[in-house]
Nanobody, 114 residues
Framework: QVQLVESGGGSVQAGGSLSLSCASSRIELKLAAMGWYRQAPGKERELVATITMGGNTDYVDSVKGRFTISRDNTKNTMYLQMNSLKPDDAGVYYC????????WGQGTQVTVSD
């Protein structure tokens, strides 16, 4: 079972920034398309951002221009830089492959207050 570990969440005020990290000790993340997903309370988990093996990125419309997905192959870590956070961005953020596998980590909580 592939283990992906998310970190970096926290509580910020609207307009603030957070940087999330996703690391694995069992697989080279550069060898797969990856994604960041989030789940808000009472809502289904949604795909937020993706990065291909070649480094191409894509975002859900609601975060375009504010979030940046990236990957540091030397550290085998994927990141999600989140700027200009809004209360609607709150939720538990997960990393997974894209398409996602059934194996989810614990995620990292993001709270955004007005």
């Amino acid at each position: 079972q592939v283990q992906l570990v998310e970190s970096g969440g926290g509580s910020v005020q609207a307009g603030g920034s957070l940087s999330l990290s996703c690391a694995s000790s069992r697989i080279e993340l550069k060898l797969a398309a990856m994604g960041w997903y989030r789940q808000a309370p009472g809502k289904e988990r949604e795909l937020v951002a993706t990065i291909t093996m070649g480094g191409n990125t894509d975002y859900v419309d609601s975060v375009k221009g504010r979030f940046t997905i990236s990957r540091d192959n030397t550290k085998n870590t994927m990141y999600l830089q989140m700027n200009s956070l809004k209360p609607d961005d709150a939720g538990v953020y997960y990393c997974n492959f894209h398409p996602a596998t059934p194996y989810w980590g614990q995620g990292t909580q993001v709270t955004v207050s007005d």
